[in-house]
């Protein structure tokens, strides 16, 4: 494969990672083991996502559409998504955005700001789409003012803003690695540290260090990093399950949805970055024939791989 089309192969395995990652993980909260999800992707007939990679693909849309992170039209790009299909699973503060925005105008951002007593919300919901800018701007020196002014929209915490950063970080890391040889975890780990901006992150991606080091199972792994939607609590867990199977985009899903709290969003950050380091050739074709909105999906990958 050329060095053209093996990252073009990996643009596209990273979006349908986010995709698969998604819908499989939607499915992992009505089981406990690998056996019995298997069987549960082998009956369903599409494999349906959540609000996870809706948002992912208003992004994708948004950054091809501006050629950079506009706020504004991202956030009209959000809130067409959510207007069209409300019922994807969209938590409360994203619409809650989006109806003040059209009740009241004003930014997107101010209006987030303003939530949790002028907080703003450090949920992972920055971070599960970001996998557009990781790759967009994987090389960019000023990727984490990407990936911050892509989560201001609805997530204005730092440690909201700060798990999309490293996430995107994760995910341009991976997509410029080879997967034919050894991934470093030390050195892989070592960069997302010094990319981190928030003790919070810092001191949870120590403690998946510490983890890993051990071989400490996934299990007891998930519930030592947390497992709630919070972005310092997930966000890690996701790195956690790349780096415990790196090299098996199937494994490293499997890891993020049944070992972690917030199975559907965790197991999308997983496989954008397994995606994005593997390749789209490596997912398997019986689960990529029964994604929803594949063509679209795929589409929107090549298309940011063509504008970088």
């Not at 069987?39 to 599409?46: G, H, R, S, V």
């Not at 949790?116 to 919300?121: H, R």
């Amino acid at each position: 494969m050329s060095p053209d089309s093996l990252m073009a192969s990996r643009f596209v395995g990273s979006l349908l990672g986010v995709a698969l990652g998604d819908a499989i993980g939607e499915l992992a909260f009505q089981h406990k083991d690998e056996a019995g999800l298997r069987a549960e992707i082998t009956q369903q007939p599409t494999l349906i996502y959540t609000d996870d990679t809706a948002m992912t693909i208003g992004l994708a849309e948004s950054l091809i559409a501006q050629e950079h992170i506009e706020p504004r039209h991202l956030g009209d790009t959000f809130r067409a998504h959510y207007k069209r299909e409300p019922w994807r699973g969209y938590a409360s503060g994203p619409p809650t955005i989006f109806t003040l925005v059209e009740r009241r105008g004003g930014t997107y951002t101010d209006i987030a700001q303003a939530l949790f007593e002028g907080q703003g919300s450090y949920g992972n919901g920055a971070a599960m789409r970001v996998a557009p800018v990781g790759l967009y701007f994987h090389a960019a020196s000023d990727l984490y003012e990407q990936a911050r002014r892509s989560a201001i929209v609805t997530h204005a915490h730092p440690i909201g803003i700060d798990g999309a950063a490293v996430l995107a970080k994760a995910i341009a890391l991976a997509l410029t690695l080879d997967s034919a040889t050894e991934l470093l975890q030390d050195a892989f780990i070592r960069k997302l540290l010094d990319f981190a901006q928030t003790p919070e992150m810092q001191e949870k991606l120590s403690l998946m260090e510490k983890l890993l080091a051990q071989n400490v199972a996934p299990m007891f792994a998930g519930m030592g990093l947390g497992q709630g939607i919070a972005a310092h609590e997930s966000v890690p867990f996701a790195i956690y399950a790349f780096l415990r199977y790196p090299h098996s985009f199937e494994q490293c899903l499997f890891c993020a949805a049944l070992n972690s709290g917030d199975r559907d969003t965790v197991a999308a950050m997983a496989g954008a970055i397994s995606g994005a380091y593997l390749g789209s050739e490596i997912i398997p074709s019986t689960w990529r024939g029964k994604l929803e909105n594949l063509i679209t999906i795929e589409d929107l990958a090549l298309k940011l791989y063509t504008k970088r």
